[in-house]
């Protein structure tokens, strides 16, 4: 018997939390959670612009033809034909090269 006297005078003895402190200690750590900074996933794209590419020939398919028909058979004899042509491969690499650039420093964030 005086294993279980000394017992139930300890769980007497014990000192409990009331509920106010649970509450306090809860919002405590909701609070430091609300105050650390989420990492935002970046929305990572699928790296595929090669649609870019495609209007970009479609261009110059339709360009071609029409100097074709223009040229009377020779398109590359005109001068137009070719500026036409390098300018609408550079504008379109460029829209690309900003397109991908920009991808790369949203995953580097």
Known sequence: MEEKEIKDLLAETKLKADDKLKDRIIHQINAEK???PKKQ???NSNGSY?????IMYLLLL???VYFYHQTEGNPFQSQTFIV????????FSF???ILVY???KKIKR
């Open 62 to 64: 339709t360009l071609s």
């Open 50 to 54: 090669f649609y870019i590419f495609g």
């Open 34 to 36: 609300a105050l650390i």
């Open 41 to 43: 996933k970046a929305t």
């Open 102 to 104: 920009g991808d790369y």
């Open 84 to 91: 036409a042509t390098i300018f609408t491969a550079s504008t």
């Open 95 to 97: 829209y690309w090269l």
